[in-house]
């Protein structure tokens, strides 16, 4: 997807943050080490923006499945993370509840590659929105903030040593499923726009994301 917005922004001639190509540049290794320790697939959402959580009281919603497809499940919580601003503390507690007890260390390492990466794309998916002159919000803003954040964990120094340690992940860590011990995460409107405001499907959190956990909700 990263490339197919870099193909539609280039095409556009559309500026670009400063220093972007550079960074784009420099998570290569970061693409290697994916490439190298791959692993199964999940059904996965892709888009776990607070506004796509709905807690009734009684169960945790997630809607808004515009961008759901097959993905390493740990994209979702390390965009989860940043969306909510989740804490080093927070992340391992997200972490611990997903699998079920202690996660490993390629388990933790690909989450936090994935932080980055998904800063990466949605300052692409921004730049395209302000190469629209979509006036929902300030869209140059949003990806310069986006971009500063990406960009500061890709020149962290700590980078080439979570990347050698993103090995494959344990069984533990990587199956299809929600851990019913997920914490409950009160659905709050943040100040990021909501990319899509068509209804979808959600899931129980706890249930399996294939069909049989899947559960018609409307907003």
């Not at 169960?59 to 390390?78: A, H, K, Q, T």
């Not at 019913?180 to 399996?208: E, H, I, M």
């Not at 069909?211 to 909700?217: D, E, Q, R, S, V």
Request: include cysteine; charged fraction near 25%; charge should be negative.
């Amino acid at each position: 997807m990263i490339d197919e917005y870099l193909a539609i922004l280039d095409e556009r001639k559309a500026e670009l943050p400063e220093g972007y190509a550079a960074i784009v540049e420099s998570a290569q290794p970061v693409r290697v080490a994916l490439q190298r320790s791959p692993v199964k697939l999940a059904p996965s959402h892709c888009d776990p923006l607070c506004e796509n959580f709905l807690d009734s009281g009684e169960r945790m919603w997630i809607v808004d499945w515009e961008y759901s497809g097959m993905n390493d499940p740990l994209w979702d919580l390390g965009d989860l993370s940043v969306e909510a601003g989740f804490t080093a503390v927070q992340d391992l507690e997200l972490m611990r509840a997903y699998c079920g007890g202690e996660p490993g260390q390629a388990e933790l390492g690909r989450m936090v590659i994935y932080k980055a990466m998904c800063d990466l794309l949605w300052t692409l998916w921004g730049l395209i929105q302000h190469s629209d002159g979509n006036p929902a919000e300030d869209f140059w803003a949003y990806s310069s903030g986006r971009f500063e954040r990406c960009k500061a964990l890709m020149t962290s120094p700590d980078l080439p040593d979570i990347c050698r340690q993103s090995t494959p992940a344990s069984k533990k860590g990587n199956g299809a499923y929600l851990s019913p011990k997920l914490p409950s995460l009160r659905a709050k409107r943040s100040n990021l726009t909501k990319r899509s405001q068509s209804p979808g499907d959600g899931f129980v959190a706890g249930a399996p994301l294939g069909p049989a956990g899947l559960a018609k909700t409307r907003e």
